[in-house]
């Protein structure tokens, strides 16, 4: 954010109380006056999204749930600044309560760790019981990435104003996972900060038709077909993605080249993704995670392989299968657009990130990062126990630019692991998108 952009959200935080009892007044008639047309406004949305599409030339791209939504709105010349977005967002919102963050800390790693001991007790470490421990490793790895969210959490400085107690709980449990902390925190930060850039974006960063990489993705879906390059998308990025991503930056874009979250000078792009001190921090997570992994080689040589294997390997291997779903399905689908240079903004990528119906089981034990994405990606210093306002408030105030696609995820997974195959540049001028293609059409 400018030091403009600070100033202007400081001071609108800073308002007198007369200032602000009149602002909720004029809300208050805003939400009355807007109530009665919700309906008609809606139908007109719909009706100018779907003229504006049709008279950019682009009605013969494939549809999601969002219905050609995030075609439209990153040309307009009007799009807010991210200061005006942050200062219709209730500044309740913004406030950090480190007891209820602990709380969400410990439930999570109770239930993990109880999981566990349930398991141990009751499941025979034997062959023929396979398929329940696959099961017990989807359950846990399940509940465990409520434990990743809450570390990803201080990651962004979302769980406390005691950056000790942050990142002594970031750091514990990310290292527990084997994720170095520190290196993510900084990665992760550089995906926040270039969301759905085309050239410069961290972390899943489409290939573009013209380009090595995707034409050779695009004559791999045509010579397995639909189904088979579906099922060869889903297996690398869901299984083997997150460790890839780690070790060599896959996905990460062409920016920044090879890159390794344990070796910081590892990097053959042009941007450095661990400049100056960084390269001290990811020392300090090296220390973490291969502290971690002493222990549970301890753990085998104690106890032989086969404990490991059942009772941590295989939840986190599926801990690892739900980061990756998370980061791939709220920033891809086929109708969603990557924005170049000229044409990004931090709020137009923000915006171009989608919310999806996970569903209270899933919302409950991965603290809703899903589902609240967007508000995320405005302000990620905002806690998960205050994202569900967050979204609301973006959800009145800016309904032309919020995102939320009602697929289920199961379908949307399988469309964007078939459709999303790289982006190639439609259209000339400012009318021009890079939009996905699979190579059928």
């Known amino acids: 954010m400018t030091t403009a952009n600070v100033s202007r959200v400081a001071a609108t935080r800073a308002m007198t109380t007369s200032t602000t009892s009149t602002r909720r007044v004029m809300a208050s008639k805003y939400i009355a006056r807007t109530a009665t047309t919700t309906t008609t406004d809606a139908r007109g949305r719909a009706h100018r999204r779907a003229g504006a599409i049709a008279l950019g030339g682009f009605e013969d791209l494939p549809r999601s749930g969002l219905e050609g939504q995030a075609l439209t709105f990153p040309h307009k010349k009007d799009f807010p600044s991210r200061a005006a977005v942050l200062s219709n967002i209730p500044d309740e919102c913004f406030k950090k309560d480190t007891a209820k963050s602990l709380m969400y800390a410990a439930v999570s790693t109770a239930m993990t760790v109880g999981c566990g001991l349930i398991a141990a007790a009751t499941l025979p470490l034997q062959a023929a019981w396979w398929p329940a421990w696959l099961a017990y490793a989807a359950v846990n790895g399940t509940i ?31 290292s527990a996972l084997l994720v170095p902390y520190f290196s993510w925190q900084r990665s992760h930060a550089v995906h926040h900060s270039r969301t759905n850039h085309l050239t410069e974006g961290e972390t899943h960063v489409p290939y573009v038709k013209g380009e090595l990489k995707g034409d050779l993705n695009l004559k791999a879906k045509k010579n397995l077909g639909e189904g088979p390059f579906a099922i060869l998308q889903l297996v690398t990025h869901l ?140 302000e990620c210093a905002i806690p998960h126990y205050k994202a569900v306002e967050a979204t609301e408030a973006l959800k009145t105030k800016y309904p032309e630019y919020y995102l939320y696609d009602p697929t289920p995820i199961w379908a949307a997974m399988m469309r964007v692991a078939s459709k999303c195959v790289a982006v190639e540049k439609r259209g000339e001028g400012k009318g021009a998108m890079w939009t996905f293609t699979d190579g059928t059409a």
């Open 144 to 174: 465990a990435t409520g434990c990743w969210v809450i570390a990803h959490e201080c990651g962004h400085n979302a769980f406390s104003d005691n950056r000790f107690i942050q990142d002594a709980v970031g750091y514990a449990l990310h």
């Open 239 to 378: 299984v083997f993605g997150w460790p890839a991503y780690l070790l060599t930056g896959a996905t990460g874009g062409s920016a920044r080249g090879v890159t390794n979250h344990f070796l910081p000078n590892i990097n053959t792009g042009a941007l450095e993704l661990f400049p100056g001190s960084w390269k001290k921090k990811v020392y300090y997570s090296d220390i973490g995670v291969f502290a971690f992994v002493g222990v549970l080689a301890a753990w085998v040589a104690q106890c032989g392989w086969a404990p490991f294997v059942a009772l941590y390997l295989g939840p986190y291997l599926f801990v690892n299968f739900w980061l990756v779903l998370y980061t791939w399905l709220q920033h891809t689908d086929v109708d969603v657009q990557h924005l170049a240079a000229d044409e990004w903004s931090y709020i137009k990528g923000a915006f171009l990130t989608i919310d999806r119906p996970y569903g209270p089981v899933f919302d409950f034990l991965h603290h809703r990062i899903g589902s609240t994405h967007v508000a995320h990606h405005v």
